[in-house]
């Protein structure tokens, strides 16, 4: 993977979502409702997506929560890597398990986002690549794949930034459920023959 490539200035709480700097990375959040211990969360800064990955499947099969949403922290502070990472991985089973073990729960930064779309990971001219009038930059693959995030901010934020994008996305995603009622259908009624 990348070394690093993009670094956030900053962590969330993932308590209060408070969004502190790196100074807090061995104490506590200040929120005084808060008050969540970020104590360790600073071994699994720099550790990769795989070690990640199987530490976060640990710690949710022993349910320790805290662990939990201090393994989350990592990756959630390690995204924009992780997205950078996807959009170049060329290793088909590789960028599918980063999306679905990473991108699609964790991507809720619209920053980290930022900072891999106005990047040169995405190069303009090649293959059907556009860029945004905010200088952002797209291609239609990637495009359907981030739609498929949870995070509504990051969704509305395609939305918007690539609108072109969003009307064919729609029209796909509209096409593919009348596809699906109408095979419904056409099974139902093979039934009652």
Same mark, same amino acid.
């Given at each position: 993977m990348?070394d ?5 200035e900053y962590i ?7 969004i502190l700097d790196l100074s807090f990375?061995? /104490? ?5 409702l808060c008050g ?6 600073e ?6 997506d795989?070690?990640?990955? /199987?530490a976060?499947? &640990?710690a949710? +099969?022993g349910?320790?929560e805290?662990?939990? /949403?201090?393994l ?5 502070y390690?995204i924009?890597n992780?997205l950078?990472?996807?959009?170049s ?6 960028y ?9 729960l ?7 986002? &930022?900072l ?5 990971t995405? +190069?303009?001219? &090649?293959?059907?690549?556009? $860029?945004s +009038?905010?200088?952002y930059k797209?291609?239609w693959e990637?495009?359907k794949w ?9 969704r ?5 930034e690539?609108?072109d994008y969003?009307? /064919?996305?729609?029209?796909e995603?509209?096409e593919?459920i009348m596809?699906?009622k109408i ?5 139902d009624q $093979?039934?009652?023959?």
């Amino acid at each position: 993977m990348n070394d690093k490539q993009f670094k956030l200035e900053y962590i969330k709480c993932p308590s209060c979502k408070n969004i502190l700097d790196l100074s807090f990375v061995n /104490k506590s959040c200040p929120n005084p409702l808060c008050g969540f211990s970020f104590e360790g969360l600073e071994d699994y800064l720099d550790k990769d997506d795989g070690w990640l990955h /199987k530490a976060l499947v &640990k710690a949710y +099969k022993g349910k320790n929560e805290c662990e939990v /949403k201090l393994l989350a922290t990592a990756v959630r502070y390690n995204i924009a890597n992780y997205l950078d990472h996807f959009v170049s991985c060329n290793w088909g089973s590789h960028y599918t398990t980063l999306f679905k073990d990473f991108i699609i729960l964790y991507l809720d930064d619209l920053n980290a986002l &930022k900072l891999v779309l106005s990047s040169d990971t995405i +190069k303009i001219g &090649k293959g059907d690549a556009i $860029a945004s +009038k905010n200088g952002y930059k797209m291609f239609w693959e990637l495009y359907k794949w981030l739609m498929r995030v949870h995070s509504p901010q990051i969704r509305d934020f395609l939305r918007t930034e690539f609108p072109d994008y969003y009307k /064919k996305y729609y029209k796909e995603q509209h096409e593919k459920i009348m596809r699906q009622k109408i095979t419904a259908k056409n099974e139902d009624q $093979a039934r009652l023959i």
